[in-house]
Structures are given as C-alpha cells and as structure tokens.
C-alpha cells in the first residue's frame, strides 16, 4: 500500500498546488532561504521544483536542477526527461555561442513538459532571448503561434498568457503597436487570475507602448494603473528598471525634463543582488539621464554620463534590445556630438545606429534613425546624402506599410480562425467529456478489480512475511541455542583448565622449591680431603647441580605457561574506565625496554614516541591494555635485538650502520570512530607462513625457554573480546613488523 500512499501525495503536491492562487507570486528569496529547512527529501524537492518553475533559466537554475535529479533519482517521484533536456539545455545556453543548440533543446524540454501537462509560463517567456540573440523573428513569431493554438485547446491557462507575452513583444519590435496591445492586453487578463506580479508589469508594459505610440494620455492611465497597485512595491530587478525608464521618457516628451530626472534617478538608485543585472540597470539609466541632460542643454554633464554608459556597454556588450527597453547609445552619442557641433562623429554614430537597428530588426526605431539621418544632412546642405537616405526612408515605410496592412489582415483573418478555432474546441470539448464519462465508468470497474486483487495480494504478501517472520525466528533460535551449547562447553572447558592449571602449580613449586634447596647444598659441601679434591666427586656434584638448574629452569617455565593458561581461562575482565591513553603507551615502552636492559646490559635501542597531542581519554581495562602494549613492545625490542645479533655475525650483509628503534605512535583522525596505536620496529619481521600464525595460542618464534607463545593469543583476545577493537600485523621479513590496535573511540 505504499506506493498508492506515495503517489497521492505526489498527486496532492503536482496537481492542485501548480494550479492553486498565489504559487506564481511566491517570493524566490524566501523559497531559496527555506530550502535548507526542509525536513525530508521530499519537502525538498518540491520547493526546488518550486523555484524552477518560478526561474528556469537564471544563474542559479542549473544547481537547483542538478539537486532536483538527485532527490528524484532516490524518490522516484517526477519524469526525469523534461528536467535533463533543460538542464543540458541550460548548460549550452550558460557557455556561450551555442545559442542555436540550446534553443532546440530548450524546445525538446518544452515539449516533453506539454506531454505531462504541466505548466511553464516562465520558460516560455525566457526562450525569447535565445530567439532574440539568433535573431530569427520570423521563426520566433511561428513558434509561439502553433504553442498559443496548441495551448488553446488544452485550456493551459498560464502557458496561453506566456504565449501573448512574448508575441506582445514581437509585435512591439516590429513596431505594430496595434497587434502589441492586443496582445499584451490579453496576457494582463490572464495573469491577473493567478500572478498579480506580473498583472502589474504587463499593465506597465501598455503604457510604455501608448507611450511609444504617441498616446500620453492612455500612457499616463496605464502606468498611473500599475504604480497604484499595492503589488508594484514587490516589482523588482529590471521590471522595475522598465517603468522609471518609461515614466521619464514620459515626462521627458511631456517636457518636464526635472520629473523626467528624478524618474531616471530613481533607477540609479535600486539595488538588485544580481551584479550583472546592476549594471544593465545603470547603462540604460545613464543613456536616459544623459539624453534628458542634454534636453535641458546641459552637455558637458551628459557627455560624462554617456561616457560611464559606453564603459558598461563595452564590457557588457548590450544588445540594443532587451527586457528594459532599446539600448540607444549611439543614438544619445549622436545627438551629444551634434550639441558639441562635432558633425564627423555625429554622423558616425547615427549611421552606427541605423546600422544596429537594422541589424538587430528593430522596426520601430529604423524610420525615426532615418529621419534624423535626413534631417542631419539637410541641415549641412549635402543633398545626396539627404537624398539617398530619404528614398531609404520611402522604401522603409511602404515595407512598414505592406506590412501594417499585412498584419491587419493577419488579425482579422486570426479572428475569424479563432472563431473556427472555437467552433472546433467546443467540439473537442463535447467529445472529450463523452469519453471521459465512459473513461470513468471502465475506471470504477476496473478500480474495483484493482481493489480486489490488491486485498488478495495483501492477505497473500501478510501470509508470505508471516511465514518469513517465523522462518526467521526458528533459525534464531536454532542459533542461539548453538551459541548457549557451545557457550556452556568453553565454560565447562575454562573451568576445567583452571582446576588443572592450579592442580599443577603446588606441585611445580614444591619442585622448584627442592631444586633451589639442593643447589645451595651442593654449594654448601666441601668437596676437599686431606688437602686435595677428589676427581669423580667434584664432577658428580658439578652434574647434580647442573641438573637441579635444569629442573629450576623448566620448572618455571612450566610455571609461566600455567599462569597464561590461568589468564586465557578467566571468564570476564576488569571495568572499563577513561584513561590516558598516551601515558599508557610511553610508560609500556619505557618498561619493556628496562626490563629488557636488566638481563642483556648491553643492549641499547632507540625508541620513538609519536603521541597524538589532541587524543582525548579512551574508555578501556587500563590494567589489560598495559599488559597487550606490554606485549607487543617487548616483542619489538626482542626483534631488533635479534637483529641486531645476526648483523654482528661474520660475512652477514645487511646495513653496517644499522640502529635498533621502536617506535610507538596514536592517532585519531577528524571524525573517526576509532583511536589507533601502532608499535613499529625495523626488526628481523616474519614470514608469512609466521605471520599466519602468531595469534595461535602456544606458537612462539622465540628460542627455547624465552617465550611461553601465549602473549599475543592473549593480546588478541584482550583487544577483539574485551574492548570490541582489531588487532593486526604487516610484516616484511628482514625489514620490520607493525601491530595496528584499533579501539573504539
């Protein structure tokens, strides 16, 4: 039952929550900043869905799509394609000179998100830029006129708005400002609905082309409109930048040149976090200021503002035109130098800007560059010139003309396809509604035979899981009752053991007791007679007391094994306190090396301490963990001891200036589970046949008498058993061997 658990709450946060009042407005900030908050891995994903579709394709899309993959790739909730054609989309279009490739990806993302039906008003406004950078208007105009029919008839709400936004915009740079205001008239209707923001820029939208179109008074109406509206506080980045741009052209025609001013300045003074974006905003703030300056005939000013604009652009490479408006530099540069009777750069920069705008096909600016054209060389009596770009105008207006008229029978023409259009919808409607209903009723049945299957496969996977439940369960027990058997036999075993181990060591002791008695006897006797010593006695007594050492010697080793025995049967350890690991580490060294000193005088050997200054206290048997470092150092020393022997040895190869040195060191790397002790020596090492074996009880590779071959099974035990820790060992025989102890932190 979970899958249909997870798939009605993916169906509750996909379906009504895209539909639902204000999710367009939601503020992006805040949804970047509760990103992080979010409890679960599902949360998450749908505030990064959330801030997707609210920005697709800014500067921070292409992480938030990489996050959404993953989480989707753990939930499983979403159709990955769509987002991995944006994404790689995204990337093309975010490197630069791939514009084209990023466009038909972008395309492919905007199909694959149609076939979910989902909605994405901002991509589809945001694909304008690409049409816009590759400048193929014919086909941008196409594509959103098959999008806006397609839409239509799937009642997409929020993509039909998109569609009238961006075919508004197309209208307007071709300079159809009838079309224009249809359709950006259309988009306002819509959005108001579901996206009160973007109500607001669309009605600033109308009165910038009223504006633009000669009409001050619907410009003033429709921006007074939008600047009362408690939402246009909210407006922000370069919307913002839009309408003080259009209020002091406004106010810059009306002749207000001081409003106009004050209209600009306020642009200079809105901050976005974006620094890019800044100084967009500051370049088109600085051309409307400087061309306002210079209406007041203030030129030195504006030229200085102009020359910041020309800084910008250079390292902006703004095109002329964009979401604030047309960029018209060189237009401002053109009427600066004709203030500053500077004709030669004048007339450069005017033919500069005819030369972009026909470039760039911005109609609506073409005529009014070459009516300025004319009017320059008519002024400085140089009639061909004026003649030329006259019949250039001429030509111009009758394409714009042919056009308008073109454009006009499109519309009326639309109009009548609309009515087709509806006409067939409705249609599609009544025929949809019919299958629905039989959809519905197939659904109710075959939700009945669904439910019916899904009660026997849950009675049938209850059954299963039971049976698993007490398969286990058995097997538990099985085990566990292998554990208490074997259990009881090592404890009887360790019991046993203790009682001969101590049944042995009263006798042992009596024999090393009466071996050590007699010795000091024999030492005791006078073997002199009548002033000379008598052959065959002194070496009768010479072999006895030989063999009463021999018998102490063995008798004490019989003795360490018994009391190794003694320790491996204990049946618990001592209590586990904190202590000072590195003091434990320094003192086992120093004592291993001075109980060796004590028997071979001669032996001198360097040790070195690495000691983690930062290691906190561990939790451990103080008492078993000095005996296993014990151990282990003394082991060391014995190896570079032994080696150092072989190397004294005639015709041995080896380093003539070898030193014996052991060395112990812990650490705890950040973060870590564990604290390390590692004891080193550059000693004889073991071979591996050796080293397969040394955690063996009575294994030794000590000579005879030297070693009882329990301290490291005893060790091993100690580490593994009673501290829950490893105890390992790399070797390379005629090298050195290093223990690693790990101990939980």
Not at 200 to 208: F, H, K, N, S
Not at 656 to 678: F, K
Request: glycine share 6%; with cysteine; net charge positive.
């Amino acid at each position: 039952m979970r899958w249909i658990l997870t798939v009605l709450i993916f169906w509750v946060m996909c379906g009504p929550a895209v539909g639902r009042q204000h999710y367009w407005e939601a503020d992006y900030d805040s949804l970047t900043r509760a990103l992080p908050q979010q409890a679960s891995d599902m949360a998450r994903l749908r505030v990064v869905q959330h801030l997707i579709d609210l920005h697709p394709t800014n500067v921070q899309a292409l992480p938030l799509l990489d996050q959404l993959l993953r989480l989707n790739q753990k939930l499983q909730l979403l159709e990955a394609a769509p987002y991995r054609h944006l994404r790689n989309g995204l990337v093309l279009w975010q490197q630069g000179g791939a514009d084209a490739a990023a466009l038909d990806t972008m395309k492919v993302a905007v199909t694959e998100f149609d076939r979910l039906g989902r909605p994405i008003p901002w991509l589809l406004i945001d694909l304008v830029t690409l049409y816009n950078r590759l400048s193929r208007m014919d086909s941008r105009q196409r594509y959103y006129e098959k999008k806006l029919a397609y839409y239509r008839v799937h009642n997409a709400t929020e993509n039909i708005a998109a569609c009238y936004v961006s075919q508004g915009g197309y209208y307007r740079r071709m300079g159809d400002y009838n079309r224009t205001l249809n359709s950006v008239l259309r988009a306002a209707d819509l959005v108001r609905t579901y996206d009160r923001l973007l109500y607001v820029r669309e009605l600033l939208v109308t009165g910038a082309v009223y504006a633009d179109w000669g009409n001050r008074a619907k410009a003033v109406q429709y921006l007074g409109q939008a600047l009362r509206l408690p939402e246009f506080r909210r407006i922000q980045g370069l919307e913002r930048v839009f309408t003080f741009l259009a209020l002091s052209r406004l106010y810059a025609e009306g002749n207000h040149p001081n409003t106009a001013l004050r209209m600009v300045d306020s642009v200079l003074a809105t901050h976005s976090g974006d620094a890019a974006e800044r100084k967009l905003s500051q370049a088109y703030a600085l051309v409307q200021k400087g061309r306002v300056l210079l209406q007041m005939q203030r030129v030195a000013s504006a030229g200085q503002l102009l020359q910041q604009a020309q800084q910008l652009d250079d390292s902006l490479h703004i095109p002329m035109s964009g979401r604030p408006g047309e960029f018209e530099l060189d237009a401002a540069w053109a009427r600066y130098y004709t203030a500053r009777h500077d004709d030669a750069r004048a007339e450069k920069h005017w033919l500069q800007a005819y030369r972009k705008a026909t470039a760039g096909r911005v109609e609506r600016l073409r005529p009014e560059y070459l009516k300025q054209l004319i009017a320059f060389y008519d002024d400085r009596n140089r009639p061909a010139e004026a003649q030329r770009y006259s019949h250039a105008y001429i030509a111009l207006t009758d394409t714009l003309n042919a056009a308008q008229n073109t454009f006009h029978v499109a519309q009326y023409e639309s109009e009548r396809l609309e009515q087709t259009q509806n006409a067939r919808i409705t249609s599609l409607k009544q025929d949809q509604a019919v299958q629905a209903m039989r959809l519905r009723l197939g659904q109710w049945l075959l939700l009945g035979a669904l439910l019916t299957v899904l009660l026997v496969s849950a009675l049938g996977v209850f059954i299963y899981r039971q049976l698993q439940v007490n398969r286990r369960t058995l097997d538990q027990l099985r085990q566990t009752q292998s554990q208490l058997v074997q259990a009881e036999k090592m404890a009887f075993l360790g019991e046993l053991t203790a009682g001969i181990a101590h049944e042995l060591q009263n006798p042992l002791n009596f024999m090393k007791n009466f071996a050590e008695v007699s010795t000091d006897l024999v030492d005791g006797m006078n073997p002199q007679h009548n002033g000379h010593v008598p052959v065959l006695e002194t070496e009768i007594l010479a072999g006895l007391k030989q063999n009463l050492q021999q018998i102490s010697q063995h008798g004490q080793r019989a003795s360490s094994i018994i009391k190794d025995m003694l320790e491996h049967s204990r049946s618990g350890t001592g209590e586990c306190v904190p202590g000072d690991l590195n003091a434990l580490a320094a003192d086992s060294l120093a004592l291993a090396y001075q109980g060796l000193r004590t028997t071979d005088k001669d032996f001198y050997a360097t040790l070195s301490k690495e000691l983690d200054p930062s290691l906190e206290q561990v939790v451990m048997v103080t008492q078993d963990m000095g005996r296993v470092l014990l151990n282990l150092c003394t082991n060391a020393l014995h190896a570079v001891r032994q080696r150092q022997r072989d190397l004294a040895q005639p015709g041995a190869g080896g380093p003539a200036n070898y030193q014996p040195t052991v060395t112990v060191r812990t650490r705890r790397a950040a973060g870590s589970p564990v604290v390390e002790i590692l004891i080193s020596d550059n000693g004889t090492g073991m071979s591996e046949q050796v080293r397969e074996k040394i955690f063996q009880p009575f294994f030794t590779t000590k000579p005879p008498g030297e070693g009882t071959g329990l301290g490291l099974s005893l060790s091993y035990d100690i580490v593994t058993k009673g501290h829950g820790g490893t105890l390992t060992v790399e070797t390379r025989e005629g090298e050195g061997t290093e223990f690693l102890i790990t101990l939980p932190a």
